[in-house]
């Protein structure tokens, strides 16, 4: 088994960096397997060729031990259909080796049948037989506790004026519903993300609208072609760092830089810290060059692609309009921080970025980040 899993994340080099994707998948490995994610398939996408890409997705997952749960019927009112497309979908699986098992929304003791499933190995097909409203999808969700919340549709994403939407917080959701591009699959997937957050008793549960074709992508790297739609982060402001967890607040930045903090890291002011509430995301602001000075922003790695960047960015861009920061020559990141910034210099080690600035005060920044020690210890 060792080997082909080996084998298996090789070759998810297609759709990502291959340490990238062996990450996600020792995380997912972790928890509990019914909890890896739900998967809502459009009846469109059980049609070939769509049909044979999800198929082969889900090889793959199956030979990593995965099994993420399947759910035909929630977006489709002919009952009758979606019986035939259990059958349809449990056939493939079984031409291409991969153990399922089909069972009704409506069996007693749900939840158990598929968590002995999928402790098993073993893909659970649901069959939304018995048209409950959505109040039955938020008893799922809620008894299932999934971590990710998959709708596969041909559209694979939503789109705005011809450009992909890569991330939608719930609080958008009615105002991009009015855009004529919304598909009625979209429309109708939208409407129960909203109906089911109404009662849903998690807050960090995320969905996502893909294509089949991209579902590897979007449940192993940071990079998927969907559309992610989430809460949004609760981003705290701190004055000072007095009253919060620097252990837990030290492990979550080492985790994130992948390497150590000095402690005397902690021993100079901030000016302002924006947090996540349990670290996963966050920005510590410093002085430097009598202007403020943008010392960490991070998302740990587990949390990455979850759009928790974009919530701290604009909050701290909300409160402090004028900042620069530095950043080494080759971060993957810089092609974020360049669409984010005013202006960008190359200078020895690093790149520095500024936001609001004056133009007299920019060379002084340059040189003050530049000149400034590193943070971290050395290896």
Known sequence: MSSVRQTVLSSLSAVGATQEASFYAELFAKDDPERFALILLDPRVLNNPLLESLTSNLQILSNLGLAPTLLIGALEDNRTAIKFQGQRLARDLDSSGVKSAKLDTKTYGLIGEIRR??????????????????????????????????SLQPSGGLSLKGVRRRNLRLAEIEGFLNQATVTPGQQSFLRMVQSIEQDANEGRRSYVLASPLNLLSELFT??????????????????????????????????????????????????????????????????????????????????????????????????????????????????WYITACDGMQVSGDWRVFWKGLEGNAIPNAISAATTAPDDFRPD
């Open 222 to 335: 940071t990079k998927g072609s969907g559309t992610l739609i989430r809460r949004g982060a609760a981003v705290v402001r701190h004055e000072t760092l007095a009253e919060v967890d620097l252990l837990g607040l030290t492990a979550a930045i080492d985790r994130a830089f992948d390497k150590p903090l000095r402690t005397e890291f902690w021993s100079e002011p901030i000016k302002a810290a924006f947090l996540e509430p349990d670290f996963r995301a966050g920005a510590i602001f410093t002085e430097l060059a009598g202007h403020a000075f943008l010392s960490k922003f991070w998302v740990v790695p587990e949390a990455q692609g979850e759009g928790l960047s974009r919530d701290v960015w604009e909050k701290a861009c909300e409160d402090i309009p004028k900042f620069f920061w530095r950043s080494r020559r080759h971060n993957p990141f810089n092609d």
């Open 117 to 150: 499933r999928a402790q098993s190995g073993i893909i659970p097909i649901l069959e939304m037989t018995e048209r409950r409203g959505q109040g039955g999808m938020t008893k799922l969700i809620n008894d299932l506790r999934p971590n990710k919340i998959v």
